[in-house]
């Protein structure tokens, strides 16, 4: 059993920064994929971006390239994402997510979720 816990959301103007940290329970931290996906108001949910258990592989939406850059430090059971250049269409709550084995960008193959961290974006 995982539990994740997000935090680092907030409000921001466009062109502007934020890092999200998620942070996992447990022992075996370094055994799962993390993702992110973020859903905003009345769309689906969408993927952001994925890193492997040992952080040696990421995998990005294509919009998300170039702005935003995935990490985890499996020493302190933390996956972190750096937005860089925010736009008022990445306004959307986040999620990390978390999955044994290797990531994938569909959103029902991840098997634990945190609650989500809210940032939005103004222009």
């Known amino acids: 059993q995982v539990q994740l816990v997000e935090s680092g959301g907030g409000s921001v103007q466009a062109g502007g920064s934020l890092k999200l940290s998620c942070v996992a329970s447990?022992?075996?931290?370094?055994?799962?994929?993390m993702a992110w996906f973020r859903q905003a108001l009345g769309k689906e949910r969408e993927f952001v971006v994925a890193i492997s258990s040992s952080g040696s592989s990421t995998y990005y939406a294509d919009s998300m390239k170039g702005r935003f850059t995935v990490s985890r430090d499996n020493a302190k059971n933390t996956v972190y994402l750096q937005m860089n250049s925010l736009k008022p269409e990445d306004t959307a709550l986040y999620y990390c997510?978390?999955?044994?084995?290797?990531?994938?960008?569909?959103?029902?193959?991840?098997?634990?979720w945190g609650q989500g961290t809210q940032v939005t974006v103004s222009s």
């Open positions: 997510a978390a999955r044994g084995g290797q990531f994938y960008t569909d959103y029902t193959m991840y098997n634990y």
């Open positions: 447990g022992r075996t931290f370094s055994m799962y994929a």
